[in-house]
């Protein structure tokens, strides 16, 4: 059976559980509820890799924010922000503090 395998790299050892002046937020909590994707539902081939590398911020409405993005498939940078939209952020956060990360994705 062809596995989706999404692997999350993390750039940035402030990724990593910090704690704020707001209180603290682990960001890789909130992506790993909403980052999913299904068999077949990104146009990968077998053995094709295809990354995102995405910075953003959650702004005071607890909403992401994307600053820049570098991809290598517009439709997966496009399925990836619909993605990232349905986070909301209730606890207090940091809305200065800029999160780095690389996804990768790969079908075997």
Known sequence: MK???VAIAILGSSLFGSSYAHGSLNINDE???VIKFENNELPIKK??????KVS?????DGKVEILEMNYSNENIKSQLIEKLSEIKIEQDHDSEEVYNYNF???KR
């Open 3 to 5: 596995t989706l395998v």
């Open 31 to 33: 992506l790993k509820k």
């Open 56 to 60: 953003f911020i959650i702004n005071e």
């Open 47 to 52: 053995n094709e890799t295809e990354f995102v």
């Open 104 to 106: 990768t994705f790969k």
